[in-house]
């Protein structure tokens, strides 16, 4: 509410401000992946912290596009799957089934979130 509200009144100042809630918000979208991409890898083990935060390291070399590029890819595939499956493999079909249901809502929530200031600043 406050994205429409700084953009319906039109300065260049507030216009920004809303840009920059947009930029922290995909950030915020990339790191929950992470956390997802990290979920998944680690599957049904116990991880001791160390572990965890090299196999983030690992996810973060792959550099911030690649990530982006894996929210499409799950968001894609998550809703072919509450349609049905379709093509995807019983492989996929297990690792989307497998995600944190917490990880999952929170990034669903983020990323409605920035369609909704994308659509303010007219990007959408």
């Known amino acids: ?5 700084l953009c319906s009144r039109g300065t260049l100042g507030e216009r920004r401000r809303v840009e920059r809630a947009r930029d922290e918000l995909e950030k915020c979208v990339v790191y929950r992946q992470m956390d997802l991409l990290v979920y998944r890898e ?3 083990q116990e991880w001791e912290w160390r572990q965890h935060a ?3 390291r690992r996810i973060q070399k792959r550099g911030f596009e690649a990530i982006v590029g894996e929210v499409r890819r799950d968001c894609a ?3 072919q799957l509450r349609m049905g499956g ?3 493999t019983a492989q996929r079909k297990r690792e989307l089934e497998s995600a944190c249901p917490n990880h999952v809502h929170e990034l669903d929530m983020r ?8 659509r303010f600043l007219g990007e959408a």
């Open 111 to 118: 990323l409605e979130t920035l369609a909704e200031v994308r």
């Open 77 to 79: 595939d998550r809703e």
């Open 1 to 5: 509410e406050e994205a429409w509200q």
């Open 42 to 44: 680690k599957g049904e």
């Open 86 to 88: 379709g093509s995807l």
């Open 54 to 56: 090299e196999c983030k």
